[in-house]
């Protein structure tokens, strides 16, 4: 019977410099644009100098979790990690300042109160993660790095939430195929690079982050076409009634539109 090689950490770890190099690119452009995606959103609050229903989690957590990222970046010395969530960071907190400019005053207080818990947290997690590093244990790296799994991890919640709504509003009106193409780009890229690295802290995450894009693509695909049949229909029924109004699957699906669902949640690698 044959022997069956079977592929270690190690030999993973020693793969070409130039594929890490690619996978890193791909994965910086991915995440790129879905930490810019939001750039219009939040123009468009500025112009209007409103939020409306729009939730300050996807704004908050960009932010956090590109801070938590960097740092860890920044420790194991992988700088396209760190350089990616450093401009992540700058971009969230742009985000949060002009949509704190922006919100309804009695929503201010819950939205400082959420920020600083998180804060709080944050840094209590900073202060223990830095205890081993005092007394040269020196797995300080990788409690950061299980903060900012463990975070990422959390965050999955939102695609779910927004998974259910497109799945009981049978329309895709919502989702963008732009992102879609982008948080796949990203997740795929940083989950191979975490395995050549190789390194659980990235490699899950975005495994995880992988399949939940992919449930999305097929949604996408599988309400795509009754969306444009609803469509086709309207314009017909339009053209026979043109003084009778009839709603778009773009307003059957507002709500979804007003939780802002994305493919995954913003967050780093």
């Not at 044959?2 to 030999?11: G, K, R, Y």
């Not at 005053?105 to 830095?130: D, E, N, P, T």
């Given at each position: ?26 994965g ?28 300050f ?71 223990v ?76 995450p ?14 996408f ?29 773009d ?11 994305s ?6 690698v």
């Amino acid at each position: 019977m044959e022997n069956v090689p079977v592929v270690s950490a190690a030999a993973l770890s020693d793969s070409p410099g130039w594929l890490l190099t690619l996978l890193s690119i791909l994965g910086v452009i991915g995440a790129g644009l879905q930490f810019t995606a939001l750039v219009p959103r939040v123009w468009g609050f500025f112009k209007m100098n409103s939020v409306g229903d729009y939730p300050f989690v996807p704004i908050l957590s960009i932010a956090l979790q590109c801070f938590v990222w960097s740092a860890y970046g920044y420790l194991i010395r992988d700088f396209s990690v760190f350089g990616l969530n450093a401009y992540g960071c700058f971009l969230g907190c742009f985000y949060c300042l002009i949509y704190f400019r922006t919100m309804p005053a009695q929503r201010q207080k819950i939205f400082l109160i959420s920020l600083c818990s998180v804060l709080v947290i944050v840094i209590a997690g900073f202060c223990v993660s830095m205890i081993p590093s005092i007394i040269d244990l020196g797995y300080d790296k990788d409690i950061i790095g299980k903060m900012a799994m463990a975070g990422s991890i959390a965050l999955f919640a939102a695609p779910l939430v927004a998974m259910g709504q497109v799945i009981r509003a049978r329309s895709c009106a919502s989702m963008s195929l732009p992102l879609l193409l982008a948080a796949l780009l990203s997740s795929h890229s940083w989950f191979f690079y975490g395995l050549l690295k190789p390194d659980l802290n990235i490699w899950l995450p975005n495994g995880i982050g992988s399949g939940l894009n992919w449930i999305q693509a097929i949604l996408f695909a599988v309400f795509l076409p009754m969306d444009i049949k609803r469509k086709r229909a309207m314009k017909k029924l339009s053209e026979q009634n043109p003084t009778s109004p009839v709603s778009s699957p773009d307003e059957d699906s507002s709500l979804i539109h007003n939780q802002a669902p994305s493919p995954t949640p913003e967050r780093a690698v």
